[in-house]
């Protein structure tokens, strides 16, 4: 059965200072990989997915992610968080070629310090 | 806005009853999901469900069951409650099978 790890239960960071969030998968073959961020009384709002291709992937609100097979992480960075950024980020696989079945990970809460 | 609207956004019951949670997708989206996101359990996908026919289901309990009507929205039925049913139940929905899910913003149930 696939799974993902998000190691970091919660991270806190000063404005302006960079950011990563990691996420390790564990599934046969490479799936389809995602970050969602949940603020709260929100739902969840899709930051960017890796299907295949460039192992680089960039988001939305400035935030990118490195696929790395070798290391079967996908970890998501940002140079300079903002105040904004603070919430819940979730890591989540599916298999490839099925439905949109996301295997969500524990969540990462990021807090900001002014 | 994601487009997918759920409802209600709260509801508050006691433990032995039976609630439906509501699920308007995406105009022109197909397939529906839904997830449950609990303190203990996290994030987990339960059912989906594409032009109405049920296809695929996850750790769903069967106290719960789900429908996909006509006009492609969906229902979330949940029944004999208990505490531990307190959560988050989010729809998402997506155009295909395989393609982008968009999510609501979420029915948070609290039995008591």
């Given at each position: 059965a696939q799974s993902v790890t998000q190691?970091?239960?919660?991270?806190t960071v000063s404005e302006g200072a960079s950011l990563e969030l990691r996420?390790?998968?564990s599934y046969g073959a490479t799936p389809y990989l995602f970050w969602y961020v949940q603020s709260p009384g929100q739902g969840l709002q899709l930051l960017l997915k890796y299907f295949s291709g460039d192992t680089l992937v960039q988001g939305i609100k400035g935030f990118e992610a490195e696929f790395k097979r070798s290391q079967s992480s996908f970890n998501l960075r940002k140079?300079?968080?903002h105040w904004s950024d603070a919430a819940e980020y979730f890591c989540a696989?599916?298999?490839i070629g099925s439905?949109?079945?996301l295997t969500f990970g524990s969540g990462t809460q990021l807090?900001?310090?002014p | 806005d994601s487009g997918v609207t759920q409802t209600p956004k709260h509801l508050i019951t006691a433990t032995g009853q039976r609630v439906t949670l509501r699920c308007s997708p995406r105009s022109g989206d197909l397939s529906v999901y839904w997830y449950q996101q609990s303190l203990d359990q996290g994030l987990q996908f339960l059912i989906q469900y594409y032009n109405g026919e049920e296809r695929a289901k996850g750790n769903i309990?069967?106290?719960f069951s789900a429908q996909q009507f006509p006009d492609l929205h969906s229902e979330l039925n949940l029944s004999s409650l208990e505490l531990g049913d307190s959560a988050l139940y989010f729809c998402a929905s997506s155009v295909k099978l395989n393609t982008e899910a968009f999510f609501g913003q979420g029915t948070r149930l609290t039995v008591v």
């Open positions: 190691p970091d239960i919660h991270i996420c390790n998968y140079p300079s968080v696989v599916c298999r439905a949109r079945q807090t900001v310090l | 309990l069967e106290r």
